[in-house]
């Protein structure tokens, strides 16, 4: 079941493109707005992630064949593929 989730979620972010945007709900209006949050670019390792970054918040267990794993970050979170990021992901955190 977990596995896919993971794999929707990342369906969808794969769908969203290159747009960088957070989610806002005011009023029960749906909202996007441009991110500020500054994330690792796709493609970094997880060294060079924690070095420029620091240690994550927490560092969730990976999953799946190939290997998807999730760091959390104050305000971002970083979705690998074995050390590689796929996707970073501005948070409410």
Do not use: N
């Amino acid at each position: 079941m977990k596995i896919r989730i993971l794999v929707a979620l990342l369906c969808g972010f794969a769908a969203s493109g290159a747009a960088v945007a957070e989610t806002l709900v005011v009023d029960d209006q749906l909202t996007l707005r441009e991110s500020t949050v500054e994330r690792p670019k796709r493609g970094s390792s997880m060294t060079e992630v924690e070095k420029h970054f620091g240690a994550p918040v927490e560092k969730h267990a990976t999953v799946g064949q190939p290997p998807i794993t999730r760091w959390d970050y104050t305000g971002f979170s970083v979705f690998f593929e074995h050390d590689r990021v796929i996707h970073s992901v501005a948070t409410s955190g």
